[in-house]
Nanobody, 126 residues
């Protein structure tokens, strides 16, 4: 059974940075593309970023492009989301998710993802 555990959320001022991590267990990590999604209060969950199983391909939502970076360490079964220049509108619960498609192609729809973490809260104050 795959399990995903996010960490690294917290409270930060606008313009600050946070690094989220997600540890994967239960299957072969490098067989999965990994995505980050977020859900703000009163809004639907939305795509943030995705990385292929090898780490060679990434894709970002327009709202975070140039500010966020997704990366993975396959030897540590971990995916990261480095978030810089944070804005109050980035406030949300952030979820990592695993897609057995490996990322060929990279997929943005949450229905494509097989496993989900429980989320970590990110709050950006103005």
């Amino acid at each position: 059974q795959v399990q995903l555990a996010e960490s690294g959320g917290g409270l930060v001022q606008a313009g600050g940075s946070l690094r989220l991590s997600c540890v994967f267990s239960g299957r072969t990590f490098n067989s999965y593309a990994m995505g980050w999604f977020r859900q703000a209060p009163g809004k639907e969950r939305e795509f943030v970023a995705v990385i292929s199983s090898s780490g060679g391909n990434t894709y970002y939502a327009d709202s975070v492009k140039g500010r966020f970076t997704i990366s993975r360490e396959n030897a540590k079964n971990t995916v990261h989301l480095q978030m810089n220049s944070l804005r109050p509108e980035d406030t949300a619960v952030y979820y990592c998710a695993a897609d057995a498609n490996r990322g060929f192609p990279l997929r943005l729809g949450e229905k494509n993802y097989d496993y989900w973490g429980r989320g970590t809260q990110v709050t950006v104050s103005s």
